[in-house]
């Protein structure tokens, strides 16, 4: 009799094994299904993008896909302290955070963006981003945290990155991505960032300096050009002054010297087109005159100290220019030396 009862009960422990595996796959399976789902059809996927701000506020951009929609609308609780809330585009209010979502569609897209006050906060070394996700568990489910403009992650040792996630960079600012399926809510989000110090005031100061420095260089040539043509041009109207003046009191070489400024002084007018006195070079004079250096240079001395004519050295050499016109006879006779 006993022997008999033994291979029976055995069997009773195999069949009462199976029985609780098979109910426990069985309760698996209902919470899994049932944490993807809602009264009216299935969330299939939920993306979120946070937008971190230098202030540490955060701007959340929430876009869920619902699929097997057999509701006229459903239920959305958003965190606590959203402000500027935005429903499929439009603005919304609330007064406990609740918010119904109407839904005429089998495949469903709802976008939510608000924004979200002191998310960032600060500790000892770093600042921190948390963010606890509690929406209802989606089938995928993606998530980026954008880093404020010129943030880091903080390095060194120690984690920075909870759960650990994909850091990336678009060029500009760093970012975070999470992508998980049907993962289990609520759960933290945290990422550390380098704390941010005040920028040396250093480099806008020698910026400042330098500025100052080619504003000053800028000034100073603006104020020599124009003091130059200042000079020019009282030089030009003094030049287009006709004084008469007796030609008995030049001597002979002197007449021939203010005769050929006089000449080369019509031509070049005739060719530029001009009224003011362009000057010539005391070398031209030698060979207008075919005299020497030394007696061309004494005669323009001697009408420069009677103010007929002004001289500008340039080089080596002088540039001549007639100040008054006199008037004079006929050609007279030179000696050349």
């Known amino acids: 009799m006993n022997k008999r009862s033994e291979p029976c009960k055995s069997c009773f422990v195999v069949v009462l094994l199976f029985l609780t595996l098979l109910l426990l796959n069985n309760v698996g399976a209902v919470e899994n299904k049932s944490t993807s789902s809602f009264a009216g059809g299935i969330i299939e996927e939920i993306t979120i993008e946070d937008d971190l701000g230098a202030d540490g506020d955060v701007r959340e951009k929430l876009v869920l896909k619902l699929i097997n929609v057999s509701s006229d609308e459903v239920t959305l609780g958003l ?28 495949t469903c ?3 939510v963006s608000y924004t979200l006050r002191s998310v960032v906060k600060e500790e000892k070394d770093a600042l921190v981003f948390s963010r606890i996700i509690s929406f209802p568990s989606p089938r995928v489910f993606q998530y980026t945290v954008l880093l404020p403009k010129g943030s880091l992650i903080r390095g060194g ?31 933290a989000y945290l990422v550390w960032l380098e704390k941010r110090t005040a920028p040396s005031s250093w480099p806008g100061l020698v910026a400042g300096v330098l500025a100052l420095f080619f504003v000053f260089v800028v000034a100073a040539l603006l104020f020599f050009v124009f003091s130059k043509k200042s000079k020019d041009a009282e030089r030009v109207r003094r030049a287009t002054k006709t004084v008469v003046i007796p030609h008995t009191v030049f001597s002979p070489d002197e007449k021939a010297v203010v005769r050929v400024l006089k000449q080369q002084r019509a031509k070049a007018r005739a060719l530029l087109k001009t009224k003011n006195t362009p000057p010539l070079m005391q070398k031209e004079l030698c060979k207008l005159l075919s005299w020497s250096k030394s007696k061309v240079s004494g005669v323009v001395s001697s009408l420069e100290r009677k103010g007929i004519v002004q001289r500008e050295r340039v080089g080596r050499s002088f540039r001549v220019v007639l100040v008054h016109d006199i008037d004079l006879p006929e050609q ?6």
């Open 157 to 187: 040792e120690g984690v920075s990155i909870v759960p650990q996630g994909a850091v990336g960079s678009d060029g500009q600012r760093i970012f975070v991505t999470w992508s998980e399926r049907e993962p289990e809510f609520p759960k």
């Open 109 to 111: 897209y709802i976008m």
């Open 79 to 106: 965190p606590a302290g959203a402000e500027e809330v935005r429903i499929n585009g439009e603005e919304s209010t609330s007064e406990f955070g609740v918010y119904t979502v109407p839904l005429n569609c089998s």
């Open 332 to 337: 007279e006779t030179t000696n050349k030396s």
